[in-house]
T-cell receptor, first 114, second 110 residues
């Protein structure tokens, strides 16, 4: 148990659906991240929130929309996804300092887009 | 942009054999981190190296950070079935961003 929880753990959705992924961290960290993990690809950083402010967006398609209402919660809103968006979506948190710090990952949400 | 290459992609060893994975960055790193992901699990932090030429050990695992802070290695001595998983290096660049390597999948035959 790393102190980072994600729900749901598994999600199957059609291309016209709207769904949201939720992440919560209980570690007192002030930075949270969304990563995408596809087969045979490196972990792809999607979004970073540090002190509740989004500081990075790696050209992620607009069908993915993050929300960080406070330092403990992070959401990823999904709409009109494509089959190639099927992947494991991992949330992570860290204590933001000057430079990259250890990241604590949640168990992930396995997303399948039909 | 910053890239982190990791080799090999996959290694299958006999239990008791040694294993090494290598990580190379296109740019100088502020630090290097290593993570392990068990099958069906999520990445779990193993260690962080910060200093040029640094070597750290955790039981049978030895981690090295190159003198130029652009490469790193993880060596496992006498592998066990519990070592099975994917080992990722992650290079620290600007701000809070980590760039992950593609990972090395380790399988151990008993």
């Amino acid at each position: 148990e790393t102190g980072v929880t994600q729900t749901p753990r598994h999600l199957v959705m059609g291309m016209t659906n709207k769904k949201s992924l939720k992440c919560e961290q209980h570690l007192g960290h002030n930075a949270m991240y969304w990563y995408k993990q596809s087969a045979k690809k490196p972990l792809e950083l999607m979004f970073v929130y540090s002190l509740e402010e989004r500081v990075e967006n790696n050209s992620v398609p607009s069908r993915f929309s993050p929300e960080c209402p406070n330092s403990s919660h992070l959401f990823l809103h999904l709409h009109t996804l494509q089959p190639e968006d099927s992947a494991l979506y991992l949330c992570a948190s860290s204590q933001a300092r000057r430079g990259p710090d250890t990241q604590y990952f949640g168990p992930g949400t396995r997303l399948t887009v039909l | 942009g910053q890239q982190v290459m990791q080799i090999p992609q996959y290694q299958h060893v006999q239990e008791g054999e040694d294993f090494t994975t290598y990580c190379n960055s296109s740019t100088t790193l502020s630090n290097i981190q290593w993570y392990k992901q068990r099958p069906g699990g999520h990445p779990v932090f193993l260690i962080q190296l910060v200093k040029s030429g640094e070597v750290k050990k955790q039981k049978r695992l030895t981690f090295q950070f190159g003198e130029a802070k652009k490469n790193s290695s993880l060596h496992i001595t006498a592998t066990q079935t519990t070592d099975v998983g994917t080992y990722f290096c992650a290079g620290g660049g600007y701000g809070n961003k980590l760039v992950f390597g593609a990972g090395t999948i380790l399988r151990v035959k008993s």
